[in-house]
């Protein structure tokens, strides 16, 4: 699945990286800890957080994560927000909480 | 002329409601004066509440007091920031009351934070609860300490909660730190390695004391002519002949 079509089927906001938004989605990792991304996210997730500085994506495009999906309609730095277009990997957003888009995002990926 | 002067720069009060109750004004004061310390930093979680009781004890004791906080940013990164006197202390408190986000808490399940006076009277109760972050990023939080003439030190970066690699991964880049707080027992030849901090990146080592015992269990050493705002900064800064490293 790519990032594009899961902005369709879950309804996300997409705030910043449209020129990443097909990349290719392989699974996800939930976390709110950027040391426990940098050690263990793998290549292609989708990072679900609620964290928005802009240390989020170089950590992203270090691990070359799909895209970051913020919860609880946070919303990303400006700074934030530029890194990701430089990157080109997605900044997306939605108000369900972690645990009911993490629900979601499973049945879409694991399926 | 240039003397050396021990400072624990990580101190919490009962403000803290981690803190133990026995943290009183007097008793930091007097276990600091105890153990040869010249200079303690008093940092509660998000409140300066109670730095002035403690400076005018110390004084009176002949121990000099850094006054400031261990700010928790909006990433929750614990930072220490200082100030040089209390009317930029008190900007910075009003700072922290406006972006404090208000959560409601049990003091019987998580600790009371009281503000005592020099006799150990509680004279506050802070009802919102103090270990949690503020609605302002890191940078904004330097920024703002920096706008005031203050010093800015991530505390503690070598933990695995609430430091600034924990939660954000890396030193974000123009992020201006003045200092990096590291735990008492780590070293700092480790630290230095691990984190990839070089040289002239000062360490400063302090107990993070929640407890009287704990007071002086990490010191850093300020080589300076007195021991004033303008001479800790020159220290830190390796101005002059100044300079400060870990005992």
Not at chain 2, 108 to 116: D, L, N
Not at chain 2, 120 to 146: A, M, P, T
Not at chain 2, 169 to 189: T, Y
């Given at each position: 699945?790519?990032?594009?079509?899961?902005?369709?089927?879950?309804?996300l906001?997409?705030?910043?990286?449209?020129?990443?938004?097909?990349?290719?989605?392989?699974?996800?990792?939930?976390?709110?800890?950027?040391?426990?991304?940098?050690?263990?996210?793998?290549?292609?997730?989708?990072?679900?957080?609620?964290?928005?500085?802009?240390?989020?994506?170089?950590?992203?495009?270090?691990?070359?994560?799909?895209?970051?999906?913020?919860?609880s309609?946070?919303?990303?730095e400006?700074?934030?927000?530029?890194?990701?277009?430089?990157?080109?990997?997605?900044?997306l957003?939605?108000?369900?909480?972690?645990?009911?888009?993490?629900?979601l995002?499973?049945q879409?990926?694991?399926? | 002329?240039?003397?050396?002067f021990?400072?624990?720069?990580?101190?919490?009060?009962?403000?803290?409601?981690?803190?133990?109750?026995?943290?009183?004004?007097?008793?930091?004061?007097?276990?600091?004066?105890?153990?040869?310390?010249?200079?303690?930093?008093?940092?509660?979680?998000?409140?300066?509440?109670?730095?002035?009781?403690?400076?005018?004890l110390?004084?009176?004791?002949?121990?000099?007091?850094?006054?400031?906080?261990e700010?928790?940013?909006?990433?929750?990164?614990?930072?220490?920031a200082?100030?040089?006197?209390?009317?930029?202390?008190?900007?910075?408190?009003?700072?922290?009351?406006?972006?404090?986000?208000?959560?409601?808490?049990?003091?019987?399940?998580?600790?009371?934070?009281?503000?005592?006076?020099?006799?150990?009277?509680i004279?506050?109760?802070?009802e919102?609860?103090?270990?949690?972050?503020?609605?302002?990023?890191?940078?904004?939080v330097?920024?703002e300490?920096?706008?005031l003439?203050?010093l800015?030190?991530?505390?503690?970066?070598?933990?695995?909660?609430?430091?600034i690699?924990?939660q954000l991964?890396?030193?974000?880049?123009k992020?201006?730190?003045?200092?990096?707080?590291?735990?008492?027992?780590?070293?700092?030849s480790?630290?230095?390695?691990?984190?990839?901090?070089?040289?002239d990146?000062?360490?400063?080592?302090?107990?993070?004391a929640?407890?009287?015992?704990?007071?002086?269990s990490?010191?850093?050493?300020?080589?300076?002519?007195?021991?004033?705002?303008?001479?800790?900064?020159?220290?830190?800064?390796?101005?002059?002949?100044?300079?400060?490293f870990?005992?």
């Amino acid at each position: 699945m790519k990032v594009s079509e899961l902005v369709k089927e879950l309804n996300l906001k997409v705030f910043s990286g449209r020129e990443g938004l097909e990349r290719e989605i392989t699974g996800g990792y939930v976390s709110d800890l950027l040391s426990d991304v940098m050690g263990n996210a793998n290549e292609g997730e989708v990072w679900v957080t609620l964290q928005t500085h802009r240390n989020v994506v170089a950590i992203a495009s270090l691990k070359e994560l799909a895209c970051v999906l913020l919860v609880s309609s946070l919303e990303p730095e400006q700074n934030t927000m530029e890194h990701s277009n430089e990157e080109r990997i997605p900044v997306l957003g939605t108000s369900l909480s972690t645990f009911e888009i993490a629900g979601l995002l499973y049945q879409k990926i694991k399926n | 002329m240039i003397r050396r002067f021990r400072a624990d720069l990580h101190i919490h009060t009962v403000l803290s409601a981690c803190a133990d109750l026995e943290m009183s004004p007097g008793a930091i004061v007097r276990v600091a004066k105890e153990r040869k310390i010249d200079l303690i930093g008093i940092t509660d979680h998000n409140s300066t509440l109670q730095c002035s009781v403690v400076k005018e004890l110390a004084e009176e004791a002949g121990l000099a007091v850094l006054c400031g906080t261990e700010v928790t940013t909006r990433e929750e990164v614990h930072c220490l920031a200082y100030f040089k006197d209390l009317g930029t202390l008190e900007e910075f408190q009003e700072y922290i009351d406006l972006h404090l986000p208000s959560i409601p808490y049990s003091p019987e399940q998580f600790g009371y934070q009281a503000v005592v006076d020099r006799d150990e009277k509680i004279v506050d109760l802070i009802e919102d609860y103090l270990n949690v972050g503020i609605s302002r990023s890191i940078d904004q939080v330097e920024q703002e300490v920096h706008r005031l003439g203050g010093l800015f030190v991530p505390a503690h970066i070598e933990r695995p909660l609430f430091g600034i690699f924990s939660q954000l991964g890396f030193i974000p880049d123009k992020l201006n730190c003045d200092g990096m707080g590291i735990m008492s027992q780590s070293i700092e030849s480790d630290i230095r390695n691990r984190f990839m901090l070089k040289r002239d990146v000062p360490l400063v080592k302090a107990s993070d004391a929640h407890v009287l015992h704990m007071i002086g269990s990490g010191c850093t050493v300020f080589e300076m002519n007195e021991i004033t705002f303008d001479e800790i900064y020159k220290a830190l800064k390796c101005i002059d002949g100044r300079k400060t490293f870990i005992e």
